[in-house]
């Protein structure tokens, strides 16, 4: 089967229409670009960057393939890998924001009319910016263990609990947060789904820093009071708003990333570093590592061909979303441990006068052991399993859209 896309001329037309639109506003100074090490953001970068988020999601570009009247660019899935591609080779990355990714597509599908046009235009426009609040300290991949309550009180909620390993650098305006709702039912049919304002008052949050990506917050909620208008669902349909975010989270995004420019990089780093006086590429092991990388970049763009032809084809989603998620956290260290082979310490350090490429392969080493966001490899393979039909009962197996 050929999972390559071949684009018509009026799609090859939109590719230059997007390179130009680039070419025009994107002109960052070297003040302004997006850092390599996400700890190395700064309000000017985060500014610039924020500007220019908006800037596409006034055009649409920032949701291609969600309709017009929500915000999104009501365009094709050819049109929005394009895009996908497109900012890739920029090396262009969403820092933070989960809205448009993970909340708007649960949104879309449970919340009300009301809801959507009240939510969905801000955040696909990147007017208002999301974190998604799952996780809590004793509730991780055993997300339906958390404990953080959500009492009713008139026409509200209040919530009291504690979220962890939530958002980045800058500043939010969402907390898209999962709480109990009714702890008299039973696991999964006792959660609520909610949109949280972060400024109400009784949040807190608080800076955690993690060694492999940037910072990361724990956000205490402390008597929050929401209107029951802002509870997406019903009362105790949190599990299943939940299951629509980790589809997506779970690998169904089916999006397809640009070139390989980490392996490009290593490889000018192989053809110009020198080990007695002989470039690297020029070492038979080196070049064995290589193609190894190679060939894993090539296996990730075609499961990412494969979803994507899935999604645009609407062939029922089964495994295969986990599957590309379980492929790229085990490759990550994998790679990791081969350009160690290739580079030595060099890869280790961040030191200024010897690291290489601006600290980027130190930079890869430490985020490779970032298996967790979005569920373990462990929570793939579960996954995985149940779709399958592996699964220890069928009460476990997780729901299907
Ligand atoms: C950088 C980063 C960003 C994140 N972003 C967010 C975010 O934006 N929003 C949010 O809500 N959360 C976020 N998370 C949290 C993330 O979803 C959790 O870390 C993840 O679900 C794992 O939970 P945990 O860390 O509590 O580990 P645990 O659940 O305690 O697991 C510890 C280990 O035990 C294994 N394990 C646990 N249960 C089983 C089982 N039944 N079978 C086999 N193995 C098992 C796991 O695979 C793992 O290796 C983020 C985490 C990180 C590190």
């Given at each position: 089967m050929d999972?390559e896309i071949h684009y018509?001329p009026?799609?090859?037309?939109?590719?230059r229409?997007?390179r130009?639109w680039?070419e025009?506003n994107?002109?960052p100074?070297?003040?302004?670009?997006?850092?390599?090490?996400?700890n190395?953001?700064?309000w000017?970068?985060?500014?610039y960057?924020?500007?220019l988020?908006?800037k596409?999601?006034a055009?649409?570009?920032l949701?291609?393939?969600?309709p017009?009247e929500?915000?999104?660019?009501?365009?094709?899935m050819?049109?929005?890998?394009?895009?996908?591609?497109?900012?890739?080779?920029l090396?262009?990355?969403?820092?933070g924001?989960?809205?448009?990714s993970?909340?708007s597509p649960?949104?879309?599908?449970w919340?009300?009319?009301?809801?959507?046009?009240?939510y969905l235009?801000r955040i696909?426009?990147?007017?208002?910016?999301?974190w998604?609040?799952?996780?809590e300290p004793d509730?991780?991949?055993?997300?339906?263990?958390l404990?953080?309550?959500?009492?009713?009180?008139g026409d509200d909620?209040?919530?009291?609990?504690?979220?962890i390993?939530v958002?980045?650098?800058?500043?939010?305006?969402?907390?898209?947060t999962l709480?109990?709702?009714?702890?008299n039912?039973?696991r999964h049919?006792?959660?609520?789904?909610f949109?949280v304002?972060a400024?109400?008052?009784?949040i807190d949050i608080?800076?955690?820093?993690?060694?492999?990506r940037g910072i990361k917050?724990?956000?205490?909620y402390?008597?929050?009071?929401?209107?029951?208008t802002?509870l997406?669902?019903?009362?105790?349909?949190?599990?299943?708003v939940a299951s629509?975010?980790?589809?997506v989270?779970?690998?169904?995004?089916?999006?397809?990333?640009?070139?390989d420019?980490?392996?490009n990089?290593?490889?000018?780093?192989?053809r110009?570093?020198?080990?007695?006086?002989?470039?690297?590429?020029?070492?038979?092991?080196?070049?064995?590592a290589l193609?190894?990388?190679?060939?894993g970049?090539?296996v990730?763009?075609?499961?990412?061909m494969?979803?994507?032809?899935m999604?645009?084809?609407?062939t029922?989603?089964?495994?295969?979303g986990a599957?590309?998620?379980l492929?790229?956290?085990?490759?990550?260290?994998?790679?990791?441990s081969l350009v160690?082979?290739i580079?030595?310490?060099?890869?280790?350090?961040?030191d200024?006068k010897?690291r290489?490429?601006a600290?980027e392969f130190e930079?890869?080493?430490?985020q490779s052991?970032?298996?967790?966001?979005?569920?373990?490899p462990e929570?793939?393979?579960i996954v995985?399993a149940?779709r399958?039909?592996?699964?220890?009962?069928?009460q476990?197996a997780a729901?299907i859209h």
């Open positions: 999972f018509t009026e799609q090859e037309a939109f590719r229409e997007v130009a680039f025009a994107y002109q100074n070297e003040k302004q670009k997006l850092p390599v090490d996400y190395d953001m700064t000017e970068i985060w500014e960057h924020r500007e988020r908006k596409l999601g055009k649409g570009w949701a291609p393939h969600f017009k929500y915000g999104g660019g009501g365009l094709s050819e049109e929005s890998i394009i895009l996908d591609e497109e900012m890739s080779n090396e262009l990355r969403n820092f924001d989960l809205g448009i993970l909340c649960a949104i879309m599908v919340g009300t009319e009301e809801q959507k046009k009240r235009p696909l426009t990147a007017q208002d910016i999301t998604q609040c799952f996780t509730a991780g991949t055993d997300l339906a263990s404990k953080m309550r959500a009492d009713k009180d909620y209040v919530l009291n609990g504690q979220k390993f958002g980045v650098f800058g500043k939010v305006d969402w907390l898209y709480a109990i709702t009714d702890p039912k039973p049919a006792n959660i609520g789904a949109m304002p400024q109400s008052p009784g608080q800076t955690l820093e993690l060694v492999a917050r724990v956000i205490y402390d008597n929050v009071r929401v209107p029951k802002q997406i669902g019903g009362e105790t349909d949190g599990w299943k629509s975010t980790l589809e989270e779970h690998g169904g995004s089916a999006t397809v990333g640009g070139h420019h980490f392996f990089k290593l490889a000018s780093y192989c110009e570093a020198k080990r007695n006086g002989i470039p690297l590429s020029n070492d038979p092991d080196v070049r064995d193609v190894d990388i190679w060939v970049s090539q990730t763009r075609l499961f990412e494969r979803n994507y032809w999604r645009a084809s609407k029922p989603w089964k495994w295969e599957q590309n998620a492929y790229a956290k085990l490759r990550a260290p994998k790679v990791a160690l082979s580079m030595g310490p060099y890869a280790l350090t961040s200024p010897l290489a490429l600290g930079y890869q080493q430490r052991i970032l298996t967790h966001p979005g569920g373990t929570a793939q393979k995985m149940r399958i039909g592996i699964a220890k009962t069928k476990q729901a």
